[in-house]
């Protein structure tokens, strides 16, 4: 049975793929204060992933465990599979080695291979995580009023193990380069109960919260004028805390090619990811968004797998024009373009049997 599609969590899915694929390969130059601002913005996509994955999934009436296993070991044939299509694809387009035991791990574990760039999958391993961790949430979730303060409690740990120690560090160093002075470095990594995808964890239970609690979120802001402002202002303070950082790490208001460190491990993340879910949310959706929504949308699986060998091929083929001529506007050329190809590819692989998994 086909399910039902909600029009304003595939909206959000469209705008979050698209910041992904802007941020990926990018076409910006490196005194692009625009372009830096939108790649701190971009933080924000996979977080907002999460919440709409969380939401939805929280809301089926019963865990079908036969379902669930098999959603899981799909999700990791899917990821073997894309990672032996990217073996292949850059043993093509550049020098790739490797012995057979590498083969093995990297296919089956988390390793990677030299000149194969796999480090965008880390997102298929989050998504395992919270896969594996779903049933834990669902029963909570689901428990009234007792299983959602636990599941509130465990939103507490999760982000103080996240985000709030991430953020008392960064005050630690940086006091100590001002005061010259060395102060301690928190962790509690040790005695907390999550892994390394915690973060993501936390987004999607909190997504959970989200799309249950919408209409009494959206009446809560709409019910005074002021309250109307806070998803801008979570916006804003969110980008703006994630452009200080970086200033604060390498003296940069410019993109200067250079990231953002541990960008989904900040507190400005949190706001920014809830600052647009809340914004996208509320969106009068028009004719662009209608379309967004029903192509980009419904496909950002399959978009994220395709995308990188796209901008591979891009950047094979235009980084000269990228050194000249790298600005805002090609970087959302850039983008663009990808995203109308990937769509494309995706449209054709659907209609193939067996091999549309893929992208689905």
């Known amino acids: 049975m086909k399910t039902k599609r909600i029009e304003y969590l595939d909206f959000i899915k469209a705008n979050a793929i698209m910041l992904v694929v802007f941020c990926h390969k990018v076409a910006l130059s490196d005194s692009s204060i625009l372009g830096n601002i939108m790649m701190a913005v971009a933080w924000a996509a996979v977080p907002n992933f ?6 939805l999934m929280h809301q ?8 669930h296993i098999h959603r899981i070991l799909h999700a990791y044939a899917v990821l073997c599979i894309w990672k032996v299509i990217y073996l292949i694809f850059f043993s093509l387009v550049r020098e790739v080695s490797y012995s057979k035991v590498e083969l093995i791990k990297y296919i089956f574990l988390t390793d990677e291979i030299k000149n194969v760039e796999t480090n965008m999958m880390w997102f298929m391993y989050a998504y395992l995580a919270v896969l594996i961790f ?10 009234e009023k007792e299983g959602k303060r636990i599941l509130g409690f ?14 008392v560090n960064f005050c630690f160093e940086n006091w100590s380069a001002i ?10 990594s040790r005695f907390v109960p999550f892994g390394g995808y915690s973060n993501m964890v936390f987004f999607f239970i909190a997504g959970a919260f989200l799309f249950q609690y919408r209409d009494k979120i959206n009446c809560w802001i709409e019910e005074k004028a002021w309250r109307k402002w806070i998803p801008f202002l979570l916006f804003v303070a969110g980008t703006a805390g994630l452009v200080f950082i970086k200033y604060c ?5 410019s993109w200067g090619g250079v990231y953002i460190s541990a960008g989904y ?3 400005s993340t949190v706001l920014i990811a809830f600052g647009l879910y809340f914004i996208l949310q509320s969106w009068k959706i028009g004719k662009v968004g209608h379309f967004l929504a029903k192509y980009v949308g419904t496909a950002t699986m399959g978009i994220y797998f395709v995308h990188r060998p796209i901008l591979v091929l891009f950047e094979n083929q235009f980084q000269k024009y990228y050194e000249i001529y790298g600005s805002f506007g090609l970087n959302v050329l850039k983008t663009v373009a990808a995203v109308v190809i990937c769509v494309l590819v995706i449209m054709v692989v659907k209609k193939i049997p067996v091999v549309k998994e893929l992208v689905k």
Do not use: C, H
Not at 60 to 65: E, G, V, Y
Not at 134 to 143: A, C, D, I, N
Not at 154 to 167: E, G, P, Y
Not at 179 to 188: A, F, H, V
């Open 249 to 253: 790490e390498t003296g940069l208001i």
């Open 60 to 67: 089926a009436k019963k865990l079908d465990w036969k379902k």
């Open 50 to 55: 999460f919440f709409v994955m969380g939401g």
């Open 154 to 167: 465990v939103l507490i740990v999760l982000f103080i193990q996240s985000f709030l120690i991430s953020a």
């Open 134 to 143: 779903f049933p834990v949430s669902y029963y909570l979730f689901k428990g």
């Open 179 to 188: 005061t010259g002075r060395n102060l301690l470095q928190i962790s509690i």
């Open 265 to 267: 491990n900040r507190v």
